[in-house]
């Protein structure tokens, strides 16, 4: 988590390389926190597509 929050300051300030982008987004659907991440490990809920 700590690092989660380390790339989304330098995302905020606009300080964040593009090496660590894939980082970032890898990280986010390896913690499920997006849509597509959690709908891929079987959670539903209503009103969301897919």
């Known amino acids: 988590m ?3 929050i380390d ?3 330098a ?3 606009g300080k964040l390389q593009a090496a660590l982008v894939t ?3 890898r990280l986010l659907a390896d913690l499920l ?3 597509q ?3 891929g ?3 539903r809920l ?3 597509p897919g």
């Open 11 to 13: 995302l905020g300030a």
């Open 41 to 43: 490990a079987g959670f």
């Open 23 to 25: 980082e970032y987004r």
């Open 2 to 4: 700590a690092l989660l």
């Open 7 to 9: 790339l989304e300051s």
């Open 33 to 35: 926190l997006t849509p």
């Open 46 to 48: 209503p009103g969301w």
């Open 37 to 39: 991440s959690l709908s």
